[in-house]
C-alpha cells in the first residue's frame, strides 16, 4: 500500500484519471469535486459542468440578491442556474489559466489547449514518461498549441491539434477578449513570493 501512495512521499491526493499533480497547470492540477448543500434549494444530482471558484462571486451575489460592479471586469460568471438544477451544462464554456502573468492554457468545452510545454504526463508515482513523437502528449512544442480532449483522453497523452486544428479557432476568441479586456482594466501585478 505504501509503495502504490508513492514510497516515501506524503499522501498529495489523486487527480483520478486526470494527468497532472497540485502545482502544475494541467487538468488533473485544477480540476476539483465540489459539494453544494442548500436543502429545500439544491436537489442531489452529479455534473461536469465546468464551474470555475471565481464563478462563486457572481452566483452567490445574485443568490443572495446582489449584484457585481459594471464598472470592472469580473471573470466569473453568474453560475445560478446549474447550481440550482435549472440547466446541467452552465454558463462557462471557457477558463484560462495562468502561471504568474503568463497565460499558457485555455480549457474550452472538452478540451485543454496548452501555449507553453509543461512536464510530460507520469502514469503514477513511477515516473514513466511518454515517449516524444507526433501525436504524443510529450512532443515539443515548436511553436504550436498542444490540444487534449480531456473526456475522451484524461490523461491527456495524445495531442490533437493536427487533427483538430479548428479549436484553435474558439480557444483564440477567448484569449483576444481576455486581452481586449486588459486594455481598459490592466491586471494587478502577479503575486511574487520571493520578493517582501
Same mark, same amino acid.
Given at each position: 500500500m505504501v509503495r502504490e501512495l508513492g514510497g516515501d512521499m506524503p499522501d498529495m491526493g489523486s487527480p483520478g484519471p486526470f494527468r497532472g499533480e497540485l502545482g502544475d497547470v494541467s487538468e488533473g492540477s485544477i480540476r476539483t469535486a465540489?459539494?453544494?448543500r442548500w436543502p429545500g434549494h439544491i436537489r442531489s444530482r452529479s455534473s461536469y459542468? !465546468?464551474?470555475s471558484i471565481m464563478d462563486f462571486f457572481p452566483t452567490f451575489a445574485r443568490l443572495a440578491?446582489?449584484?457585481?460592479?459594471? %464598472?470592472? $471586469?469580473?471573470?466569473? =460568471?453568474d453560475q445560478t442556474d446549474l447550481v440550482l438544477g435549472r440547466n446541467d451544462t452552465g454558463r462557462r464554456e471557457h477558463l484560462l489559466t495562468f502561471v504568474g502573468p503568463a497565460l499558457v492554457a485555455v480549457r474550452w468545452k472538452q478540451f485543454r489547449t496548452y501555449f507553453a510545454d509543461i512536464? $510530460?504526463?507520469? *502514469?503514477?508515482?513511477?515516473?514513466?514518461?511518454?515517449?516524444?513523437?507526433?501525436?504524443?502528449?510529450?512532443? $515539443?512544442?515548436?511553436?504550436y498549441p498542444k490540444v487534449f480532449n480531456v473526456? *475522451? %483522453? $484524461?490523461?491527456?497523452?495524445?495531442?490533437?491539434?493536427? !487533427?483538430?486544428?479548428? =479549436?484553435?479557432g474558439p480557444v483564440l476568441k477567448a484569449v483576444a477578449e481576455y486581452r481586449a479586456s486588459l486594455e481598459k482594466h490592466p491586471n494587478p501585478p502577479a503575486a511574487n513570493l520571493t520578493r517582501w
Open positions: 465540489a459539494i453544494i459542468a !465546468m464551474f440578491g446582489g449584484q457585481v460592479p459594471a %464598472d470592472r $471586469p469580473i471573470d466569473g =460568471v512536464a $510530460p504526463g507520469r *502514469s503514477g508515482w513511477g515516473g514513466e514518461h511518454l515517449l516524444g513523437g507526433t501525436g504524443g502528449g510529450a512532443t $515539443p512544442m515548436n511553436g473526456e *475522451s %483522453d $484524461p490523461r491527456e497523452e495524445y495531442n490533437i491539434g493536427a !487533427m483538430y486544428e479548428w =479549436v484553435i
